[in-house]
């Protein structure tokens, strides 16, 4: 299967595939329709790869299906629902509900963050997730920011279970190996002891301490030293964590006995979402599977506050495992084919929804970086930052740009009066930008609504073949309804794209309107 070749193509005479909306190292994802039942759905499938050998290809196909089978088994709303596994050319299909969103790793991707209440909002969703599969017998052993959902409805949803493990099935790891991101691996896991629902919780705190510092927990240069900080260093001190410190510290704790469960995780982040201030928890004894028992001290240890536990000492050679066996799995229905989610107002869904209400978020513009300064448009009522450097390239009565040294990279910051409808805009666009650049040059990674500070607006990103080189750009459009729709664009070499893809976030953080 040739990936954008296959559009269009039927699998299991059934589902037509539409676009190609992720791809990983593992598979690739697809829109698609369900000819049958007339619905749009997410379609996962694997890769034919020569770099593996038979076994260790079997050994992927069948954790595929065990993600199926995994999934299959939790009935709850911040979970992904399983309609049907397929095969496709003897290689599995997964036929999962289509959930239009992008991921919380592409929300903090380049140090991006969160409030504490909308981590703690998201947190909630994860943990009800965590909750029910881990009644259902499943440990997911994968969460991480990339395989957590975002909807612009404020639907949160795990996914993800192909390296989850199930009551009464057998391993599918090798000895050495260990499956999983290092990053948000718990200490027990890296040791090659048995995970248990605490290594899961373990996760989520790893999440959310990134969510609002803006960076993984323990991550140093390489992965062995990585893996070597969370089994021995003590968790760098929280700056913007606020009244999420406590409960973050205490899933970070070395030992899983010394972190609270899921239904108290649940309850301290109702907390934040309800009030300011932290709530205290008493720990019982992490909840269980059935199966082997992951509190294997035998007891139960209370512990109130902050509940910093003592690290625990490595033990000798567990240290030296294959890390370059470390699989990262693909993330479904995310990667680069996702909206770009700006936090939507905060509330919960209907799914989601519990006896406390969440206050109304309020918006204000990040401070302007260091390196960069603030440029004031008054004729057009805007402000924003731009990199030290950059410089005014044009101005219009609808647009201004800046351009860097190179004059390859540019910000342009426009408006269109009255507001339209902004997804419909951005598709007009397309079109004349299809005409502009024939024959493949211009191609589309994902567009799609979502919501900034509140408002409706529409996220595209896409590359086009310039005459030396192909550039990488991206759009956010805004507004409200009856005003002033912006957008704030940004477009820079392809082959420089990391370097300059957190000039949009600093613009898009940074912006203001002025009187």
Known sequence: MSDVSDEGRLIAGRYRLTEQIGRGGMGTVWLAADEMLNRRVALKRLHEDSRFADDELALMYERTRREAQSAARIAHPNVVVVHDVVEDDGLPCIVMEYVPSTTLGALLKSGGTVSPEEAARVGRGMVGA??????????????????VLLTEGGRVVLTDFGIATAT??????????????????????IQGDTPGPASDLWALGATLYQAVEGRPPFRRLTPVETAYSIVTAPVEPMKLAGPLEPLITALLAKDPAERPSAEETELALRGVTADTEPRAWTASAPMSIPGPDPDRTGGTRRRTGTGKA????????????????????????????????????GADSTANAGPASTPATTYAPSPVPD????????????????PDGWTLNKRTSGAVVYIDETRLASVTVGIVDPAGDTLAHFKDIEAN?????????????????????GQKGAIWEFTFQGRARVFHAINLGFG????????????????????????????????????
Do not use: C
Request: net charge positive; no cysteine; aromatic share 10%.
């Open 130 to 147: 965590l909750r029910a599969a881990h009644e259902a017998g499943v440990l997911h052993r994968d969460v991480k920011p990339g395989n």
């Open 433 to 453: 930008t299809k005409l502009n650049y024939p024959g493949g040059k211009y191609r589309k990674l994902y567009m799609q609504r979502t919501t900034y500070r």
């Open 168 to 189: 009464g099935t057998t391993t599918l790891t090798r000895t050495g190996e260990i499956v999983g991101s290092i990053d948000y691996m718990a200490p027990e896991r």
């Open 371 to 386: 390196g960069y300064h603030l440029v004031t448009e008054k004729a057009l009522g805007i402000a924003f930052p731009v």
């Open 310 to 345: 003592a690290p625990v000492k490595p033990r000798r050679g567990r240290l030296t495992v294959l890390w370059s066996a470390v699989a990262v799995v693909l993330i479904a229905g995310g990667t680069a084919g996702g909206v770009y989610y700006v936090n939507s107002s």
């Open 480 to 515: 409200q309804e009856g005003g002033r729709e912006y957008d704030i664009y940004v477009s820079a070499p392809e082959k420089q794209w990391d370097t300059y893809r957190p000039v949009f976030d600093r613009v898009r953080e940074g912006f203001r309107t002025t009187p």
